[in-house]
């Protein structure tokens, strides 16, 4: 996520340093286009001026900093789409190439001033929403009806027989799930999907005893925050996976989601952790990756209790291979003053819940896997019915079965099999 601009601009130098010809194309959602790597590869290809071509694909998942894709925008039509066409056009656009390398000549501000007046001339026909892009250096076109398939060919088309035009970036509207109703209407569901029944959407999922640990992760939350005012909820672009979509619900003005902007969100912990507040960051164990540098220098650093609740940790199933959270427990047990958990079944995750939000001098961590709880008694195992859990001593292990031959050692969800 984030990064398809980047890597895309790498293969477009590599390209010209072996003086190939072949067309290099990024391809980012408008939710990626939040992450700040995505604005930093933007910069530097309008620097550099190499031919590529970037298609922002927004399907309005994810609302944009520009705001270009919120309730005031305009409708994308015939209009849009034969003005973006004339944007393409091939004998215009190389027109301005000639009309650049001129105006680069003329002396004092005049350049500055034909550029400006360029931009804003073509700001008339597409909108401010050109303007970001601009500005960073690449040539903009669009909205484009996406579902629009003539129309999108030959824009493209246009843009790939185009000789020296530097970085161009396609802004290319479409609907998620356009044409099946349960796709279109569930935005943050069936990105990816099992068996499903057809007609209603609703995948063909096991009937379980237990929740899933996310949810028994987000009733201990709101338990916490029921009793403590200063108890905060993060997450990057992920309510649903994280189950902060269930915090927000009953605690709208405590929930914040910064986009997949996963290095903000820790550094953004961190600030409100400096203010006296309680962050809870929740971000899946792989996407926190992003952000161990925030973890190390705005968080450890400090010594600041930012609180990380990890998701989909260990081996991930059908999320992919992109999703499987492998490596937190390496990178962050090395974290100097980290306490690190996970647990072994549901009632000691909300007890996990309970200790971070109590440890206040340090930060701390806990993983949990994905999937459905094991099925302990929550009475018995100290979890009141609110899911409101009790702050366990740090540093303190459990014996689970007593024996004279063998000790073994389990941590998290392994431990389930040494008792096996």
């Known amino acids: 996520s984030s990064t398809s601009i980047s890597a895309g601009l790498g293969m477009a130098v590599g390209r010209d340093m072996k003086g190939r010809k072949n067309n290099v194309i990024a391809v980012i959602g408008d939710g990626a286009i939040t992450g700040g790597m995505a604005y930093e590869a933007m910069n530097n290809a309008g620097y550099l001026?190499?031919?590529?071509?970037?298609?922002?694909?927004?399907?309005?998942?994810?609302?944009?900093?520009?705001?270009?894709?919120?309730?005031?925008?305009?409708?994308?039509?015939?209009?849009?789409?034969?003005?973006?066409?004339?944007?393409?056009?091939?004998?215009?656009?190389?027109?301005r190439e000639v009309a650049k390398d001129v105006t680069r000549n003329l002396p004092g501000p005049l350049p500055d001033l034909t550029a400006k007046i360029d931009e804003y001339a073509r700001g008339m026909i597409s909108g401010s929403q050109a303007t970001l892009f601009e500005e960073l250096g690449l040539y903009y076109i669009g909205p484009i009806d996406g579902h629009n398939i003539d129309e999108l060919t030959a824009i493209l088309s246009e843009v790939k027989n185009t000789d020296s035009i530097g970085p161009v970036l396609i802004h290319v509207m479409t609907e998620k799930g356009s044409g099946y109703l349960p796709a279109m209407t569930a935005s943050d569901k069936m990105h990816g999907v099992s068996t499903y029944d057809v007609r209603t959407g609703k995948q063909n999922k096991p009937v379980t005893k237990t929740m899933s640990y996310t949810n028994y992760f987000a009733d201990s939350l709101i338990a916490e925050a029921e009793r403590d005012s200063r108890v905060v909820g993060i997450h990057a672009a992920m309510g649903g996976g994280t189950g902060l979509n269930r915090f927000e619900k009953r605690f709208e003005?405590?929930?914040?989601?910064?986009?997949?902007?996963?290095?903000?969100?820790?550094?953004?912990?961190?600030?409100?952790?400096?203010?006296?507040?309680?962050?809870?960051?929740?971000?899946?164990?792989?996407?926190?990756?992003?952000?161990?540098?925030?973890?190390?220098?705005?968080?450890?650093?400090?010594?600041?209790?930012?609180?990380?609740?990890?998701?989909?940790?260990?081996?991930?199933?059908?999320d992919g291979a992109t999703h499987c959270g492998a490596f937190?427990?390496?990178?962050?047990?090395?974290?100097?003053?980290?306490?690190?958990?996970?647990?072994?079944?549901?009632?000691?995750?909300?007890?996990?819940?309970?200790?971070?939000?109590?440890i206040d001098d340090r930060p701390s961590a806990f993983r949990?896997?994905?999937?459905?709880?094991?099925?302990?008694?929550?009475?018995?195992?100290?979890?009141?019915?609110?899911?409101?859990?009790?702050?366990?001593?740090?540093?303190?292990?459990?014996?689970?079965?007593?024996?004279?031959?063998?000790?073994?050692?389990?941590?998290?969800?392994?431990?389930?099999?040494?008792?096996?």
């Open 49 to 95: 001026d190499t031919n590529m071509i970037v298609i922002l694909n927004d399907n309005k998942q994810v609302s944009l900093p520009t705001q270009y894709n919120g309730k005031t925008q305009d409708p994308v039509g015939g209009l849009s789409n034969t003005l973006a066409r004339i944007q393409a056009n091939k004998p215009l656009r190389e027109l």
């Open 328 to 358: 937190d427990v390496a990178y962050l047990a090395c974290v100097p003053n980290m306490v690190v958990m996970a647990p072994s079944n549901e009632a000691e995750l909300c007890h996990m819940v309970a200790t971070s939000i109590a």
């Open 368 to 420: 949990f896997p994905r999937g459905n709880g094991i099925g302990v008694d929550m009475a018995d195992a100290g979890v009141l019915g609110d899911y409101k859990g009790t702050p366990l001593e740090v540093g303190k292990g459990v014996v689970r079965r007593e024996g004279t031959d063998v000790a073994l050692v389990g941590y998290g969800q392994r431990v389930n099999q040494c008792l096996a």
């Open 253 to 318: 003005d405590r929930t914040y989601d910064v986009g997949i902007a996963e290095q903000h969100a820790v550094t953004f912990a961190a600030g409100l952790a400096c203010e006296g507040l309680i962050p809870m960051c929740a971000i899946y164990s792989t996407f926190l990756q992003r952000g161990y540098d925030q973890i190390v220098h705005d968080v450890a650093l400090q010594n600041l209790p930012v609180r990380f609740a990890m998701d989909r940790a260990g081996l991930v199933g059908a």
